[in-house]
């Protein structure tokens, strides 16, 4: 057909950005999440049960990411000089939470979404691929969000893309994508070689002209 006669509407849009000096970063941070691993808990709210996650919160006396660390700064410097390549408008946010995740031993996260409290919603999350093996580690995997809509429905054999879209990521990629885009971690392999990543959220309190 034409591709006059079709038009593609309401993208959904993943960034994929890189973080410059991940190696210097991933030398000062990985021994020091690995060392802070096995005294990780997980959420109750979270359905898997093979996951080490600083989202609750990091071990008393080893924080790495709380407010003001040194370490947390360095790692918003890199992450601003990434999204500063994607906002087309001048902007300014909060980081709503900051956290990493550790896979080493067929860990997990079940499919979930960033939204957050519905008073204060996150606009964008992040991930990080501090230390990642592409060929042995899982990417995540984000799903359609309209979905179970299209299941109500019949699509054009030429249209169909599936629903899932999974990345090609490397160490060093920063992922931005909207909060409410589903998304799941299937089982690591186990590895000498861990995978960790930093993830975060935002919320917008500026964009261009506006104050959200």
């Known amino acids: 057909m034409n591709e006059d006669h079709s038009i593609e509407l309401f993208p959904v849009t993943i960034f994929k950005l890189k973080i ?4 210097a970063l991933k ?3 990985s021994s ?7 005294q990780l808990t997980i959420p109750e709210d979270w359905t898997t049960d093979n996951v080490k996650t600083s989202y609750d919160d990091e071990p008393e006396g080893k924080e790495i990411l709380t407010e003001g660390s040194p370490y947390r700064e360095l790692l918003m410097r890199s992450y601003v000089s990434c999204m500063n390549q994607v906002f087309d408008k001048e ?11 550790y896979y080493s031993d067929g860990e997990y996260q079940e499919e979930h979404d960033h939204l957050g409290n519905p008073f204060e919603q996150n606009h964008f999350s992040f991930i990080h691929f501090l230390s990642y093996n592409k060929e042995e580690h899982t990417p995540p995997e984000f799903r359609d969000p309209l979905s ?9 054999e030429r249209n169909r ?23 799941r971690v299937l089982p690591c392999k ?10 975060f959220n935002i919320m917008l309190i500026k964009y261009g002209e506006g104050h959200l």
């Open 20 to 23: 410059k000096d991940n190696k």
């Open 27 to 29: 030398k000062v941070l």
């Open 32 to 38: 020091k999440i690995i060392s802070n691993s096995n």
């Open 91 to 101: 902007y300014n946010f909060i980081v709503k939470h900051i956290w990493y995740n």
């Open 148 to 156: 179970q809509l299209r299941n109500l429905s019949v699509e054009l």
């Open 161 to 183: 893309c599936g629903e899932i879209y999974v990345p090609d990521v490397e160490e060093g990629d920063l992922l931005m994508f909207p909060s409410y885009l589903k998304h």
């Open 190 to 199: 186990k590895t000498d070689y861990p995978r960790i990543t930093i993830s």
